[in-house]
């Protein structure tokens, strides 16, 4: 059975970071992209970052890029995203993907898919 379970948002204040996690299972982790998508209130899911099986590449969305760095543990079967300098609106749903196609920001891409975690910015 695959599982994606995201961990590690809550309520920070703006200028402040959190680090998101995301446990996988089920499927071979260490071969597959892995990526963090989001959905704040109203808006459309919208991809974040992405990094490749061997955690060398990797791709940001410009409203992210200096600000995120996404990371990956294929010996804990684990990806993490670090958000540093947080934003009002980078308040969203945080979900984490896995698929086969690599640097792809289009979420019909994306074969597994975590339950979410809410990010709150605000002060």
């Known amino acids: 059975q695959v599982q994606l379970v995201e961990s590690g948002g809550g309520l920070v204040q703006p200028g402040g970071s959190l680090r998101l996690s995301c446990a996988a299972s089920?499927?071979?982790?260490?071969?597959?992209?892995m990526s963090w998508f989001r959905q704040g209130p109203g808006k459309a899911r919208e991809f974040v970052a992405g990094?490749?099986?061997?955690?060398?590449?990797?791709l940001y969305a410009d409203s992210v890029k200096g600000r995120f760095t996404i990371s990956r543990d294929n010996a804990k079967n684990t990806e993490y995203l670090q958000m540093n300098s947080l934003k009002p609106e980078d308040t969203a749903v945080y979900y984490c993907?896995?698929?086969?196609?690599?640097?792809?920001?289009?979420?019909?891409?994306?074969?597994?898919w975590g339950q979410g975690t809410q990010v709150t910015v605000s002060s």
């Open positions: 990094i490749s099986w061997s955690g060398h590449s990797t």
């Open positions: 089920g499927f071979t982790f260490s071969s597959y992209y």
């Open positions: 993907a896995a698929g086969i196609v690599t640097n792809t920001a289009d979420p019909s891409k994306y074969h597994y």
